[in-house]
């Protein structure tokens, strides 16, 4: 299967966000997708003896998250963001598993606000039927088996640099102003 870059012009024009900042993201992610073909390709034509399959391997995993990850993360991203909305199924299960909404904000923000470069990601999972903060280092290490990703944060460099420099803080901020709860709630399964 080939993968083909997916089309996020719509978030042009994103309140906290320059076109040039999106469009940066946009190019990076289109090398995600790239690269997960290109190495999907040699995959299906390396000796799976040799040790340069064994790269081949392990580097898939970094390039196809680098690749899924920037989706999710785009696509939890919207031009109406419609807010929280405590009618949500996942808001009532952030509200349980953290107290409250402003609990988990809290958390999360402090989650993606964590020194290095990174995720942070609320995470269900189906098995305990409860939410989790998590950072990832990595696209590629320290994912929830079995999570579903609900909603994705990008902290590397790249996602704010150019418009908030190192005030990570005020790009958090910018980010739940656009972040849109019902594609939040899409990913949600009890």
Do not use: C
């Amino acid at each position: 299967m080939t993968y083909s870059p997916k089309d996020y012009s719509n978030l042009i024009g994103l309140k906290g966000f320059s076109d040039q900042l999106l469009q940066n993201h946009f190019k990076l992610y289109q090398g995600y997708v790239t690269n997960t073909n290109k190495l999907n390709e040699l995959l299906l034509t390396t000796d799976p003896t040799t040790p340069m399959y064994a790269e081949l391997k392990r580097r898939f995993g970094w390039e196809f998250n680098g690749m899924r990850l920037h989706e999710l993360y785009f696509e939890n991203m919207s031009q109406a963001s419609n807010g929280m909305n405590e009618a949500l199924d996942v808001t009532k299960q952030i509200e349980e598993d953290f107290g409250s909404f402003e609990n988990w904000k809290k958390d999360f923000s402090s989650t993606a606000a964590m020194r290095g470069i990174g995720w942070a990601i609320l995470y269900y999972d189906f098995s305990a039927k409860r939410v989790f903060n998590v950072w990832i280092n990595e696209h590629d290490v320290g994912h929830l088996a079995g999570g579903i990703p609900l909603v994705v944060l990008d902290v590397f460099e790249h996602a704010y640099m150019l418009d908030y420099g190192i005030n990570r803080a005020d790009y958090i901020k910018a980010f739940f102003d656009v972040l849109d709860w019902n594609a939040v709630d899409s990913r949600f399964m009890r």
